[in-house]
């Protein structure tokens, strides 16, 4: 990836909706050049999909967590995830080094709602026990650090994003809402 394809994916994550034209005014070239640039990167595999980005509180899911799952000595890692797919409130998972071997990122409507959620983690065969961290507020999140890119590619907070995430995701810091 070059200069030019680093400026290009900055100007995405600024606005993926900018029009071919106007991403070649801010970065220098054609309507044309630009359409085959993105296509490259989409092909490359840096470019893997579009989205828009939600206020969780907008919808209602003013509660947002961070839960470690631990599983028990037997789980099946792969069942235990295939399992949680089918969780709808599960927005982000990662399976992480430490005593937990997941790390969900949930979103729901109140403390209620993570109460019975909790219930049916619990149920999943293969989890043993949950540690759950109650978010406050968000300072930002979706922020891709645009370090490893070529000089001049930094990206500034998006409120549109080129990602694989094909689930919605919360804007930083815009919904004041615990969670």
Same mark, same amino acid.
């Given at each position: 990836?070059?200069e030019?394809?680093?400026?290009?994916?900055?100007? $995405? !994550?600024e606005n993926?909706r900018a029009?071919?034209?106007?991403?070649? !005014? $801010?970065?220098?070239?054609s309507?044309?050049?630009?359409q085959e %640039?993105v296509r %490259? $990167?989409?092909? !490359?595999?840096?470019l893997?999909?579009y989205r828009?980005l939600? %206020?969780?509180g907008?919808?209602?899911?003013?509660? =947002?967590?961070?839960i470690?799952l631990?599983?028990?000595?037997?789980a099946?890692?792969?069942?235990?995830?295939? !399992? $949680?797919?089918?969780v709808?409130?599960?927005?982000?998972?990662?399976?992480?080094?430490?005593?937990?071997?997941?790390?969900?990122?949930?979103?729901?409507?109140?403390?209620?709602?993570l109460?019975?959620l909790l219930?049916?983690?619990? %149920?999943?065969?293969?989890?043993s026990? =949950?540690?759950?961290?109650?978010?406050?507020?968000?300072?930002?999140e979706?922020?891709l650090?645009?370090s490893?890119l070529?000089?001049?590619?930094?990206?500034?907070?998006?409120?549109?994003?080129?990602d694989g995430?094909a689930?919605?995701?919360?804007?930083?810091?815009?919904?004041?809402?615990?969670g």
């Amino acid at each position: 990836m070059d200069e030019l394809d680093g400026r290009l994916v900055a100007a $995405l !994550r600024e606005n993926a909706r900018a029009s071919y034209a106007e991403l070649g !005014r $801010l970065v220098g070239l054609s309507g044309p050049s630009v359409q085959e %640039r993105v296509r %490259r $990167l989409e092909e !490359r595999g840096v470019l893997t999909g579009y989205r828009a980005l939600v %206020r969780p509180g907008a919808v209602g899911l003013t509660v =947002t967590s961070l839960i470690g799952l631990l599983l028990s000595d037997n789980a099946d890692q792969n069942a235990v995830v295939e !399992r $949680l797919v089918g969780v709808p409130e599960i927005e982000d998972c990662w399976f992480v080094a430490g005593e937990e071997s997941y790390v969900v990122k949930v979103r729901v409507a109140d403390v209620d709602a993570l109460e019975e959620l909790l219930g049916r983690l619990l %149920r999943v065969e293969g989890i043993s026990r =949950t540690r759950t961290t109650l978010v406050l507020s968000t300072k930002w999140e979706g922020r891709l650090p645009m370090s490893g890119l070529p000089d001049g590619a930094d990206a500034a907070e998006t409120t549109h994003t080129a990602d694989g995430d094909a689930t919605g995701g919360g804007e930083a810091g815009d919904d004041g809402d615990a969670g």
